[in-house]
């Protein structure tokens, strides 16, 4: 059980449908809000963390039984038609023995970005052993290879689509909307009613991609010389 830091315990109970929403999540998602709520470095931080997460998560009920899991071994529930090739894929959660193929799968995906963009892409720096560990990871095989990654977490804005990489020889396969699919299903059985994503603004398909499928813009924030583009999906 999870200590709820009392400030936390009171803006709750003041709100049968956030307490009802947080009462569901999983053991580990309540303690990453709770320790995001208590590295607050300001009572003003710490109000401002605990406001996003009681509106965040008030009145979503699709978790649980409720909402629509992945198929086990197969591809996630999608709300439209699987494509036929993404039938051949497998989803599990990522372990720490496949950080180095994750590591090497992202750097093939992301390769091209980095002549596009100037820059290294973030993903591309990260250390996939402490993703893994600290991350919600879902890999996609394919022949006993890792094709596929998506990487999620929560945030003091709600559900997180941290990283999501295809590898180059699986593209157009649909594998990529399968994995956003699994990102639906997983903010929904944590009691999330969206999702959300950011994208480097010169990546110009992928933010006609997550328009086509949903998500709408809601904030540009400036990261040295260019913005990252914030979007986010309202889950049915």
């Given at each position: 059980?999870?200590?709820e830091p009392p400030d936390l315990a009171?803006?709750?109970?003041?709100?049968?449908?956030?307490?009802?929403?947080?009462?569901?999540?999983?053991y580990g998602l309540k303690r990453k809000h709770v320790q995001a709520i208590q590295d607050a470095k300001t009572p003003q931080a710490r109000q401002r963390r605990i406001t996003t997460l009681i509106t965040t998560i008030r009145?979503?009920?699709?978790?649980?039984?409720?909402?629509?899991?992945?198929?086990?071994?197969?591809?996630?529930?999608?709300?439209?038609?699987?494509?036929d090739q993404a039938r051949?894929?497998?989803?599990?959660?990522a372990g720490r023995p496949d950080a180095r193929a994750v590591a090497a799968l992202v750097h093939a995906a992301y390769?091209?970005?980095t002549e596009r963009i100037g820059i290294t892409p973030r993903p591309m720096t990260d250390d996939y052993r402490q993703v893994i560990?600290?991350?919600?990871?879902?890999?996609a095989e394919h022949d006993?290879?890792?094709?596929?990654?998506?990487?999620?977490?929560?945030?003091?804005?709600?559900f997180l689509i941290d990283n999501v990489a295809v590898h180059p020889a699986h593209r157009g396969s649909g594998l990529g909307r399968a994995l956003l699919d699994v990102a639906e299903t997983q903010a929904r059985r944590a009691g999330f009613g969206s999702i959300y994503l950011y994208t480097h603004e010169k990546m110009i398909k992928n933010l006609a991609l997550y328009s086509k499928i949903g998500y709408a813009e809601y904030d540009r924030r400036p990261q040295g010389g260019f913005s990252l583009v914030y979007m986010r999906k309202h889950l049915s």
């Open positions: 059980m999870v200590a009171e803006a709750l109970d003041g709100d049968p449908q956030a307490r009802a929403a947080f009462d569901r999540l999983a009145g979503h009920d699709n978790t649980g039984e409720n909402a629509s899991p992945a198929a086990a071994g197969g591809t996630p529930a999608r709300e439209g038609p699987v494509p051949s894929y497998s989803f599990r959660q390769h091209d970005y560990r600290d991350y919600h990871v879902t890999v006993a290879a890792i094709a596929g990654v998506i990487v999620l977490r929560v945030t003091e804005e709600g």
